[in-house]
């Protein structure tokens, strides 16, 4: 991982029960480490296991209950799961260390590690051999995921993680939502390439943006389209002008 880090750790530091070893991934919103466990015996837990950080300032309290109370609601789902398509998420932490203001306060949350993700894969293979049966995978963990009563509402293929045995499981569930009988509420950032053009004009309320399930059917077409054919199912060169051919689209102004 070259790039800077969102969330810098140094090796070897320690977050609850877990040291921090190597960088895996970084973004805009959050860095991913390996880590190991060096407390004490826990049959819930891994030996190993992947601790995604969030910046100081991520988590709300709002957004710390979001994410306990999905993990509470993931364990159940997998119990019921004979092959879960979901990431397991084990515990959500808070760094508390005011020595480093940079880590302090940050939302770790500690995962189940992955080998590498989608995007990689593409990046290495387009359009690669098991891209069908991973896409049969990923249509499942979607249908798994709607049918507890939740909207990913980020697929894409940095969120799509590959096991050791090529399976594929989706992860980063930050942006999730429960569903209230139609929709659900999201935050306002989402994946320009991967938004339906409903959710780029709707209103945002108190609450966030409303989404419905169609919101992640919306992206796993125009994953699909990426994964089968390497390339965005819209016209453009960027992000932002697939963004306005999809609302141009949606609004009849122009033909695909």
Not at 79 to 104: C, F, H, K, N, S
Request: glycine letters at 10%.
């Amino acid at each position: 991982m070259t790039e800077p880090y969102a969330v810098p750790v140094p090796r070897g530091y320690r977050v609850g029960d877990w040291e921090v070893r190597e960088p895996l991934a970084t973004g805009a919103f959050g860095s991913v480490y390996a880590a190991r466990r060096v407390g004490g015996p826990d049959g819930r837990l891994p030996r190993s296991a992947a601790l995604k950080l969030l910046p100081t300032g991520t988590g709300t309290p709002r957004h710390l209950a979001h994410l306990r109370e999905l993990i509470e609601r993931e364990v159940a789902l997998l119990r019921r799961l004979r092959q879960p398509r979901l990431i397991r998420m084990y515990e959500t932490l808070v760094v508390d260390d005011p020595g480093r203001p940079a880590l302090d306060g940050a939302t770790v949350l500690v995962l189940e590690r992955a080998r590498a993700s989608l995007s990689a894969l593409l990046a290495a293979e387009p359009c690669p051999a098991a891209g069908p049966a991973l896409l049969a995978q990923i249509a499942e963990g979607l249908g798994q995921l709607h049918r507890a009563g939740w909207v990913h509402g980020d697929l894409k293929p940095a969120n799509v993680l590959l096991m050791a045995d090529g399976s594929a499981r989706l992860a980063d569930f930050n942006m999730a939502a429960e569903l209230e009988g139609t929709h659900g509420y999201t935050p306002a950032f989402s994946t320009p390439d991967y938004t339906p053009p409903e959710l780029l004009w709707a209103e945002i309320g108190e609450r966030g943006r409303p989404i419905r399930p169609s919101a992640d059917i919306w992206a796993f077409g125009v994953l699909a389209h990426l994964v089968l054919t390497g390339s965005f199912p819209l016209p453009g060169g960027t992000p932002s002008a697939r963004r306005d051919a999809a609302v141009a689209y949606a609004r009849g102004t122009e033909e695909l």
